[in-house]
Nanobody
Framework: QVQLVESGGGLVQAGGSLRLSCAAS????????MGWFRQAPGKEFVGVIS??????HYADSVKGRFTISRDNAKNTVYLQMNSLKPEDTAVYYC????????????????WGQGTQVTVSS
C-alpha cells in the first residue's frame, strides 16, 4: 500500500507560478512512475514522469508551462507550474503506477487526496 500526500496548492494570479509536491510513503517510490492529474470538473491528465526521472510526458494544454521532477531520495514528486491561467484552476492529484507495464502508464493504482489550485484573472 502506498500513501500519497499532495501539498503546495493555493491561490495565485494569472501569470504566476506554483510548485506542488507529492510525498509518498514506503520504500518502493523509485519503482513507480508518477503522474499528475487535475479535476475541474472532469478529470484530466497533466503529466507523468518515469521511475528514474529520465522521461516525462505532458498534456498539450500544459506543455512548455508545467514541469514534473522527482527526488527519489526524498520519495517526492513535484509539479512546477508557470504562466498559470484561470483555466488551470482545479484540484490537482498525484498518482502512482507500480506496474511498469506501459509508457506512458495506462492506469494508476494509488492516488492522493488532492490539493486545490485557484488561478485568478
Amino acid at each position: 500500500q502506498v500513501q500519497l500526500v499532495e501539498s503546495g496548492g493555493g491561490l495565485v494570479q494569472a501569470g504566476g507560478s506554483l510548485r506542488l509536491s507529492c510525498a509518498a510513503s514506503g520504500r518502493s517510490f523509485s519503482r513507480y512512475a508518477m503522474g499528475w492529474f487535475r479535476q475541474a470538473p472532469g478529470k484530466e491528465f497533466v503529466g507523468v514522469i518515469s521511475r528514474n526521472g529520465a522521461s516525462t510526458h505532458y498534456a498539450d494544454s500544459v506543455k512548455g508551462r508545467f514541469t514534473i521532477s522527482r527526488d527519489n531520495a526524498k520519495n517526492t514528486v513535484y509539479l512546477q507550474m508557470n504562466s498559470l491561467k484561470p483555466e488551470d484552476t482545479a484540484v490537482y492529484y498525484c498518482a502512482a503506477d507500480p506496474s511498469g507495464s506501459n509508457w506512458p502508464p495506462l492506469a494508476y493504482a494509488y492516488w492522493g487526496q488532492g490539493t486545490q489550485v485557484t488561478v485568478s484573472s
